[in-house]
């Protein structure tokens, strides 16, 4: 339990038994089992720390173990405590495509509400004998202005809601429940409000 962030054996060719267990790796900074053209006698590599990273507008950024020696990683995002029993995850799971999606290792979610313990489990065919998990990862909806420029706005992460947006004197411009992540609403130039279910900005279109 060095906390070692790295190992790479690929110089030491005589090296028949290998533990790495209880450090800070990743699929993608661990030796392979068949690391020098032989697996190992015995090669451990079990419970390594939370991998540590944030959702950033929407995304999360485990793109370096999308592919592993040519294996694909998969993963599985939950809500709140993850355990595994006889080889089986139990907890409260995120429906995949629904609720978020995966691309070259980029999660990009999909929810309307905020969560504050969402977690990733990342598994991969050449390490059988371990799961990866992410730490704990907040996510707050977008359903904001994405942009603003002559002739309108975008407005993402407002599917499901009801989007309005009201003249500066108080009338009403536009309404429509969206029920897609992206909605683009044309607007002459002038000052608004754009009231996201709960939520409001002003804007204005030059």
Request: proline share 3%; glycine share 6%.
């Amino acid at each position: 339990s060095n906390k070692l962030t790295k190992v790479d054996v690929s110089k030491n060719t005589k090296l028949r038994v290998l533990n790495v267990v209880d450090n800070k790796l990743k699929f993608s900074t661990m030796p392979l089992p068949e690391s020098n053209g032989r697996k190992f006698d015995k090669y451990s590599y079990n419970l390594q720390a939370p991998i540590d990273v944030q959702c950033v507008n929407g995304k999360v950024d485990l793109s370096s173990e999308a592919v592993i020696a040519g294996k694909p990683t998969t993963y599985r995002w939950f809500d709140g405590k993850v355990q595994s029993v006889d080889g089986v995850l139990q907890g409260e799971e995120l429906t995949a495509n629904d609720e978020y999606t995966v691309e070259n290792g980029v999660t990009t979610l999909k929810l309307t509400d905020t969560f504050t313990k969402l977690v990733c489990i990342l598994a991969n065919e050449n390490f059988p004998n371990a799961l990866l998990n992410t730490n704990y990862i907040t996510f707050t909806p977008t359903d904001g202005i994405d942009e603003v420029k002559a002739g309108g706005i975008n407005v993402l992460g407002a599917r499901n809601h009801t989007l309005a947006v009201y003249t500066i004197d108080g009338k009403l411009a536009y309404q429509s429940k969206v029920n897609t992540d992206e909605q683009r609403v044309s607007l002459a130039p002038g000052a608004y409000i754009v009231r996201v279910g709960n939520r409001a900005s002003k804007v204005v279109i030059k």
